[in-house]
């Protein structure tokens, strides 16, 4: 079984609003925990992260629009996106690692990773 699997992406309107899930494998509630994203043609890219301490960081570019949560219940960890803009359009990944306190985002740092899911954002 895949220890990360996302879902919850889509098609949705500038300004609208979706919500990404992950779901991971119980060994790793404990782990710092992030979302990238990868836009047609461009490198990946990281958008939130959460440490193991359940801090989240954000870059500048979604800063105030998304939240990153983390439910160690559900073993799930959410990606709340709003005010969406056409160039939020990506596949979005989420990343794990368990050596990592503070999470990063730089891609090399991540053991985990999901499949992907696609966003689009039309104008």
């Known amino acids: 079984a895949q220890p990360l699997v996302e879902s919850g992406g889509g098609s949705v309107q500038a300004g609208g609003s979706l919500r990404l899930s992950c779901t991971f494998s119980?060994?790793?509630?404990?782990?710092?925990m992030a979302w990238f994203r990868q836009p047609p043609g461009q490198e990946r890219e990281g958008v939130a992260t959460i440490s193991r301490d359940g801090v989240p960081n954000y870059s500048d570019s979604v800063k105030g629009r998304f939240t990153i949560s983390k439910d160690t219940a559900s073993n799930t960890l959410y990606l709340q996106m709003n005010s969406l803009k056409p160039e939020d359009t990506a596949m979005y990944y989420c990343?794990?690692?368990?050596?990592?306190?503070?999470?990063?985002?730089?891609?090399?740092?991540?053991?985990?990773w999901g499949q992907g899911t696609q966003v689009t954002v039309s104008s």
């Open positions: 119980g060994y790793m509630t404990t782990y710092a």
């Open positions: 990343a794990a690692d368990h050596y990592l306190h503070r999470a990063t985002m730089t891609e090399g740092d991540y053991t985990y």
